[in-house]
């Protein structure tokens, strides 16, 4: 095979950690569905024993072909050298923050993420004595990073475009603000994708996905996926994820390289179908503002536009009539389904006070721009005219509903 540098993204979506099996010759391998490996002799059980020598596998919390297989695989899209893949999302998030900070240290994090993280962040670690100071990175406020970088600052935790105002953060930047200070950037890839946007190559240090996402794409399997340097990967599997046991089984391995086969397809048309959705929206009049950084109006336009391929398929946009109009209209969709997860082939639709940011206060949600009537819209690769329709009802039913 060609060397991976030379293959497209596509090529490297469906060949990398896909070989036919040796043995049989089965163009798909098997998937490797056992908790156990059995030694050829008690040498092989010393070297295997410490689970981090190469295709010597011991019992698969160490390591399993599979897993292995779509670490390879996720690795090479994102231009990596290594990758770690946990349970999910939060599984990879707490992972990686966990592995590398310690009790005095203090984290910097971007105010407005992934509802999770933002509650690990602020509830789980303070009781480890790991401090955190939040603070908004998006736009020009990027710069605020450094007046909260203290001497114990060993971490800089950024999302873009976050989870759910789709706002952008300059990598660039973070990243040189982060190494000034001898800080770490870790970044939550999840909306843009690797086919979209690439951190490393703009200087992060360590990029985070939930898989469970786009990079799986259909909705049947949890995961997520840590990628970074192999030092600071191979630290995260052997000193930490091992011993914690969040690990990723053989069966959703398998279910997620599959999946990845078609990212960069399911890109195209997601990105293509949420311009048309996204421009169709702010021409309604049951719409005060959508947040899509691919319109021109919206303020991370030329961030995203230099950092990004494309402007992705996610997008929110706050409904006329607050908390009540949202709720109505995520209730009376109907090719769209009513659902908290997002980059799934099918389009989803959640209102985000009361579902995925309902773990935030309404005071933090409102600092952060997650108004009350914000509804969150993961844009499928159905037909963009019957989503537009189906929307074009649903926000009808609600301006007849609430007299508007
Ligand atoms: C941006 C982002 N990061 C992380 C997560 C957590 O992923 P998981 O649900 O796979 O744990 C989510 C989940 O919605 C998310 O939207």
Request: proline share 3%; charged share 20%.
């Amino acid at each position: 095979m060609m060397s991976q540098k030379e293959l497209s993204f596509n090529a490297r979506a469906i060949h990398v950690g896909s070989k036919p099996d040796p043995t049989t010759g089965a163009h798909v391998a098997p998937v490797y569905r056992t908790s156990t490996f059995v030694m050829k002799n008690a040498d092989e059980a010393i070297l295997a024993g410490y689970g981090d020598r190469e295709n010597v596998y011991a019992y698969t919390r160490y390591g399993n072909p599979t897993v292995h297989a779509v670490q390879e695989k996720i690795a090479s899209l994102e231009n990596a050298e290594a990758c770690l893949v946990a349970a999910s999302g939060m599984g990879a998030i707490t992972t990686a923050l966990l592995a590398v900070l310690s009790a005095g240290d203090h984290l910097v994090a971007a105010d407005t993420i992934y509802g999770g993280t933002h509650g690990f962040i602020k509830k789980i670690l303070p009781r480890f004595g790991i401090e955190a100071t939040m603070v908004p990175t998006i736009g020009e406020s990027v710069e605020n990073i450094k007046k909260f970088i203290k001497g114990n600052t060993k971490v800089i935790y950024i999302e873009t475009p976050c989870n759910p105002i789709l706002g952008v953060t300059d990598i660039k930047r973070a990243a040189e603000i982060a190494h000034e200070r001898g800080a770490l950037l870790f970044i939550d890839n999840t909306f843009a994708t690797p086919y979209l946007q690439q951190p490393l190559s703009l200087g992060a240090d360590i990029v985070l996905h939930s898989t469970t996402k786009y990079l799986n794409g259909h909705g049947d399997v949890l995961g997520g996926a840590i990628v970074g340097n192999k030092k600071l990967i191979h630290s995260m599997d052997n000193d930490f994820l091992k011993w914690m046991g969040g690990i990723m089984s053989p069966s959703d391995a398998a279910t997620l390289s599959k999946g990845i086969k078609t990212l960069g397809v399911r890109m195209d048309v997601h990105c293509a179908n949420a311009r048309k959705i996204a421009e169709f929206l702010d021409n309604h009049d049951m719409v005060e503002k959508v947040l899509y950084p691919g319109l021109r109006s919206h303020p991370g336009y030329d961030i995203a536009k230099k950092q990004m391929r494309n402007f992705g398929g996610m997008m929110s946009f706050n409904i006329r009539g607050g908390f009540e109009a949202g709720r109505m209209l995520i209730d009376n969709v109907n090719l769209i389904s009513l659902a908290t997860s997002l980059g799934n082939v099918d389009s989803l639709i959640q209102h985000s006070a009361s579902m995925s940011h309902a773990s935030m206060t309404k005071e933090e949600r409102a600092a952060v721009g997650i108004a009350e009537g914000q509804v969150r819209l993961s844009v499928g690769i159905e037909e963009a005219e019957e989503l537009i329709s189906d929307l074009d009802q649903a926000l009808l039913h609600v301006k007849k509903k609430l007299k508007m």
